[in-house]
């Protein structure tokens, strides 16, 4: 994979991580450095472990850091509900990064599936190839 850049799961990622910024930014000053700080860190972390992971010389590898992008949406969805539930942010806002998070795990789901699928025929091919 030579230019991660152009796969949509990290496109979308890289504009959820943009929003989280963008509200974020509005948070009260006492909680950009908590809350804030944290869901920035958050969001970062999806399509950064997304680049990593694809850097690697394995599947195996590329799986695991697309694991951890997964798992940092989840975080980020939790940080989200808290930031409403304490109405750092408005409705509109919450439903928008809610509804930007759903579809980059419906992405990275989808991606966490291909490569599986090249994993698990590389090991079949690897397995033929052996009793040859």
């Known amino acids: 994979m030579n230019d991660y ?3 949509d799961v990290w496109v ?15 948070f009260p000053s006492e909680e950009l450095y908590v809350l804030g700080a944290q869901m ?38 939790t940080q989200l509900y808290i930031s409403a539930d304490q109405k750092f942010i408005s409705e509109s806002e919450f439903n928008s990064v809610l509804e930007n998070i759903i579809l980059c795990k419906q992405v990275l789901n989808g991606f966490i599936n291909y490569f599986t699928k090249l994993a698990d025929n590389e090991l079949n091919s690897a397995k033929m190839n052996n009793q040859k």
């Open 5 to 7: 850049t152009q796969l």
């Open 12 to 26: 979308k990622s890289r504009q959820l991580a943009n929003k989280v910024y963008e509200i974020t930014g509005k």
């Open 40 to 77: 920035r860190r958050s969001a970062i972390s999806v399509p950064s472990n997304i680049a990593e992971g694809l850097g690697r010389n394995s599947r195996k590898d590329t799986l695991h850091f697309l694991y951890i992008s997964r798992g940092s949406l989840f975080e980020l969805e």
